[in-house]
């Protein structure tokens, strides 16, 4: 986009915009998540019904870190989310600048580190949402935890060392 930026502009700025809109949605969705689970904190107490289904601790003291666990998880996600999207929108406004002489303005250097330091805020903020999962089933018990672990462990593995 910095150097031909009439062939690549529209399809970076589009790309960007998408990264921006994933972002956003992840960040609301992390946002409104931790809500709902603020809100069964301050509302939980020992049910009936729910203590058939839970085969661990099942204590008030217990659902609550059980909670707040999760809560802590969606607020991880959600502040990921929103660095991803800083940086993110810091990079649609850098490559509309002309990358000038070396040594003045933004190299594309500087350009592209922040484009891979927005990659990465989402990525984390996306295995923020992923390790949310097993402390949800966590409130279930020790065992659909521990089963979803070893579910995750092996599907991230195969995600993150892929070979071409």
Do not use: E
């Not at 690549?8 to 809500?35: E, F, H, K, Y």
């Not at 203590?51 to 969606?74: E, H, N, Q, T, W």
């Not at 949310?132 to 089933?137: E, T, V």
């Not at 409130?139 to 579910?151: K, S």
């Amino acid at each position: 986009m910095m150097a031909d930026g009439i062939k690549n502009g529209v399809l970076a700025v589009q790309t960007l915009r998408n990264n921006i809109m994933a972002s956003t949605l992840l960040a609301s969705t992390a946002i409104t998540l931790s809500s709902i689970i603020g809100m069964l904190i301050g509302s939980s107490g020992s049910g009936g019904a729910a203590a058939a289904i839970i085969y661990g601790d099942d204590s008030r003291m217990g659902v609550s870190v059980k909670y707040f666990a999760i809560l802590v998880c969606f607020l991880i996600a959600f502040l990921f989310n929103v660095q991803s999207i800083r940086y993110y929108s810091h990079v649609s406004f850098l490559i509309n600048v002309h990358p000038g002489k070396p040594g003045k303005g933004h190299s594309k250097c500087y350009v592209s580190q922040a484009l891979n330091r927005a990659s990465y805020f989402w990525s984390l903020g996306l295995r923020a949402f992923y390790f949310s999962f097993p402390l949800f089933l966590w409130t279930f018990g020790p065992i659909p935890m521990f089963l979803c672990c070893c579910i995750m462990i092996f599907t991230l593995y195969f995600l993150d060392i892929a070979t071409a």
